[in-house]
């Protein structure tokens, strides 16, 4: 049962820390996206990765997020420094794309639940 | 700019019965794809069901169905003989290509919850 992963399933943290959030998307996608939730916002786009090149960060602030792929089996979000606004439930998902148009569904990972104090 | 609404924020119905939540979604494209996400209290996004705009035919997943309307640019959901394990917040999501990858734009949700 292939399923995305991501670690820490929790973080507290204090503000101004660095904040390392990882992805393991299933195996044979190529795509990957990095979603925040807040109760405000609700479902927000922050960044996504095609064949591991960014395709689009324009949600994301640049100044203290951060999103890499070193790999294909590997999807990194990172904030530095973190503040209390930064506090939300990060999800990342994965999906494979052939070609343009052909549907592409995503599949979620369980979230990491990021508090900052 | 696509924006994806649901009317209902929360819903409470008793087990077994049917329940249609609504969502509308505003776009000038001709071909995308719709979903609906089931988000029970642990938090997982899981996906209940999806409608490619290019059938006609609604999309059916065991107790889970769709009414697409196209020209009217809504995509609700119907669920029947609900049970309790189907309590949970559902957001319908639209998604559109961007530069050769395909972006989820969110509903803001509508919380289902299933009473005994």
């Keep these: ?16 820390q660095e904040v390392t959030m990882r992805c393991q998307p299933i195996l044979g996608h190529n795509t990957v996206f990095w979603y925040r939730q807040t ?7 922050l960044a996504y990765f095609r064949n591991r090149a960014p395709l689009d960060d324009s949600g994301m602030p640049k100044d203290r997020f951060s999103a890499e792929m070193p790999d294909a089996t590997l999807a990194t979000l990172k904030i530095q420094p973190s503040e209390p606004r930064d506090s939300a439930v990060y999800f990342c998902a994965s999906g ?21 104090l | 700019a696509q924006t994806v609404t649901q009317s209902q924020p929360e819903m409470s119905v008793q087990e077994a019965e049917t329940v249609t939540l609504s969502c509308t979604y505003d776009t000038s494209e001709n071909n995308y794809y719709l979903f609906w996400y089931k988000q029970p209290p642990s938090r997982q996004m899981i996906l209940v ?5 290019y059938k006609q035919q609604n999309a059916t997943e065991n107790r889970f169905s769709v009414n697409f309307q196209k020209a009217a640019k809504s995509f609700s959901l119907k ?3 609900s049970q309790l394990g189907d309590t ?7 998604m559109k290509q961007i530069q050769g990858a395909q972006k989820l734009v969110f509903g803001q949700g509508t919380r289902l919850t299933i009473n005994p």
């Design chain 1, 1 to 16: 049962d292939a399923r995305v992963t991501q670690t820490p399933r929790h973080k507290v943290t204090e503000m101004g």
């Design chain 2, 88 to 94: 949970a917040m559902y957001f319908c999501a639209f």
């Design chain 1, 39 to 45: 109760m405000m916002q609700g479902l927000e786009l």
């Design chain 2, 79 to 81: 669920i029947s003989d």
């Design chain 2, 49 to 53: 069901i999806r409608q490619e705009a």
């Design chain 1, 96 to 116: 494979f794309v052939i070609t343009r148009g052909r549907l592409n569904t995503q599949y979620f990972g369980p979230g990491t639940r990021l508090t900052v």
